[in-house]
Nanobody, 124 residues
């Protein structure tokens, strides 16, 4: 059974930083791309960042480019999202997702597995 468990969310002031982690089990982590998505109240789930299986490729939403960094540690079966210069509009539940292939993907339909989500709240 594949499991993805996020951690690291919380409340932070605008301009601050948070680091999200997502620990994965149940499949060969190093063979698949990983992604982060987020969903704000009343809005659809949107793409944030993705990383290929070997970390050779990354993709970011325009809204977070230059502020967020996705990385992975294949020895620890964990993917990270470093979030800097946070803004109130970054407030959302953040979800980790396991890809269906090794390639970077921005479409949520390209992801087979999802974590339970972690709340990030940025105060102004």
């Amino acid at each position: 059974q594949v499991q993805l468990v996020e951690s690291g969310g919380g409340l932070v002031q605008a301009g601050g930083s948070l680091r999200l982690s997502c620990a994965t089990s149940g499949r060969t982590f190093s063979s698949y791309a990983m992604g982060w998505f987020r969903q704000a109240p009343g809005k659809e789930r949107e793409f944030v960042a993705a990383i290929s299986s070997s970390a050779g490729s990354r993709a970011y939403a325009d809204s977070v480019k230059g502020r967020f960094t996705i990385s992975r540690d294949n020895a620890k079966n964990t993917v990270y999202l470093q979030m800097n210069s946070l803004k109130p509009e970054d407030t959302a539940v953040y979800y980790c997702a396991g890809g269906s292939t090794w390639r970077v993907a921005t479409d949520r339909r390209e992801y087979d597995y999802w974590g339970q989500g972690t709340q990030v709240t940025v105060s102004s």
